[in-house]
């Protein structure tokens, strides 16, 4: 009776730690998309704060990392002041040389690739450190590798060549954080592994089509995905397709609809 007893609490105690592991978010779908501006996953303390189409501001735990800051200053305010910029191309709607230098950036790096240290000038690009995709490097306590983004589509290359720009996949404690970027459903998207959350764009011309993303997402099947960058040429892409085509492939994956495009509501 006693071993029987043991097992119970045993039992109860590892379904419980797994629950902790993966949260729910706080906001998610709807309420965001009807124009809350914050949506949260809480996946050990990483708090995705959509600003605007591709820029965002991530709270990990302590650290604070703006991705893509655009719009000005301005943008952020009320937000944490930041312990490290990523940036991942030289596109206007990703790097803007007025808004960094708007931000009280310190003595803090910008974390970028070579083409957008090419276009700052002197007062940033001093700031910079340089990362090409495949390398590694570690700031405040988080692994972070440069993954490639580019074009597939031959209508599309011009855009974004190979090599030229960089997405991210962020590590800490075992949590997987993956920022594409621009880029299509590219082999090095659908090889990644154990990504807890991903942000994911779809827009064309620029990047790829709702169910090229959809598909990407089903095959290395995040824990939870964010539609991001979604305007394009003729409009917004339709995240709720692409939240239907994530759910029938895979209903593990949870989608959440943050407001990108708070201007816009």
């Not at 590694?136 to 580019?150: K, R």
């Not at 959809?214 to 305007?231: G, L, S």
């Not at 709720?240 to 990108?260: D, H, I, P, T, Y």
Request: proline letters at 6%; glycine letters at 8%; charged letters at 25%.
């Amino acid at each position: 009776m006693k071993r029987i007893l043991l097992l119970f609490i045993v039992t109860v105690i590892t379904f419980s730690c797994k629950d902790e592991k993966r949260a729910i978010p706080a906001v998610t779908g709807e309420d965001v998309m009807e124009g809350d501006t914050e949506a949260t996953a809480d996946i050990s303390e990483i708090d995705i704060n959509p600003i605007s189409h591709a820029t965002a501001v991530i709270n990990w735990g302590e650290t604070t990392i703006y991705l893509d800051p655009v719009g000005g200053a301005e943008a952020f305010d009320g937000m944490d002041e930041p312990d490290m910029v990523l940036i991942t191309h030289t596109h206007g709607d990703h790097l803007d040389a007025e808004t960094l230098a708007g931000l009280n950036l310190g003595n803090i790096s910008i974390i970028a690739p070579q083409a957008v240290k090419d276009e700052l000038p002197d007062s940033l690009a001093t700031k910079v450190t340089l990362m090409s995709n495949g390398e590694t490097l570690a700031q405040s306590g988080i692994s972070i590798e440069a993954i490639p983004m580019y074009n597939l589509r031959e209508e599309a290359l011009q855009y974004h060549p190979k090599g030229v720009g960089n997405g991210y996949v962020l590590e800490k404690d075992g949590q997987r954080l993956y920022i594409a970027g621009d880029t299509e459903d590219i082999p090095e998207m659908r090889n990644l592994q154990n990504i807890d959350i991903a942000l994911v764009p779809m827009n064309l011309p620029y990047t790829m089509p709702v169910d090229a993303a959809a598909d990407a997402v089903i095959e290395f099947a995040p824990e939870i995905v964010y539609p991001y960058h979604f305007r394009g040429q003729d409009g917004k892409a339709d995240v709720e397709k692409f939240k239907q085509l994530v759910n029938e492939g895979n209903s593990n994956v949870e989608v959440v609809l943050a407001n990108w495009y708070p201007d816009e509501s």
